[in-house]
């Protein structure tokens, strides 16, 4: 497995179907470290604690192997790493190898703080 983008974002108010929203789905890529803490990564946070976030759900990982199969189905749309929402765009670690509560340690990783 290779972690190819760490993507962060915070909550933001957009309109849906006519009603203001707070979503934390916008996430860009970022160059430096970024920190794991035990509820999310630094300069991250969900905008709904109660169904994303937390110590069981702090990071989301997305394989960029489906970015393929995304852009074919929606051309014209830019999809960078992070528009699924995932804190990690990943390769070689497909979402049928991992669930919720899937817990990983990366190669020189210190572990949440």
């Given at each position: 497995?290779?972690?190819?983008?760490?993507?962060?974002?915070?909550?933001?108010?957009?309109?849906w179907q006519g009603r203001?929203?707070?979503?934390?789905?916008?996430?860009?890529?970022?160059?430096?470290?970024?920190?794991?803490?035990?509820?999310n990564l630094d300069g991250?946070?969900?905008?709904?604690?109660?169904?994303?976030?937390?110590?069981?759900?702090?990071?989301?990982?997305?394989?960029?192997?489906?970015?393929?199969?995304?852009?074919?189905?929606?051309?014209?749309?830019?999809?960078?790493?992070?528009?699924?929402?995932?804190?990690?765009?990943?390769?070689?670690?497909?979402?049928?190898?991992?669930?919720?509560?899937?817990?990983?340690?990366?190669?020189?990783?210190?572990?949440?703080?």
């Amino acid at each position: 497995m290779r972690i190819i983008s760490v993507n962060v974002g915070l909550p933001r108010q957009v309109t849906w179907q006519g009603r203001a929203i707070t979503t934390g789905i916008f996430k860009e890529p970022v160059a430096d470290r970024v920190a794991v803490r035990a509820l999310n990564l630094d300069g991250d946070r969900q905008a709904d604690p109660t169904v994303h976030g937390g110590r069981e759900k702090a990071v989301y990982a997305y394989p960029a192997e489906h970015y393929a199969y995304w852009r074919a189905a929606l051309p014209g749309v830019a999809l960078e790493h992070g528009a699924f929402g995932e804190n990690l765009t990943t390769e070689g670690l497909l979402a049928r190898w991992h669930a919720v509560s899937t817990y990983c340690r990366y190669p020189g990783g210190r572990g949440p703080t």
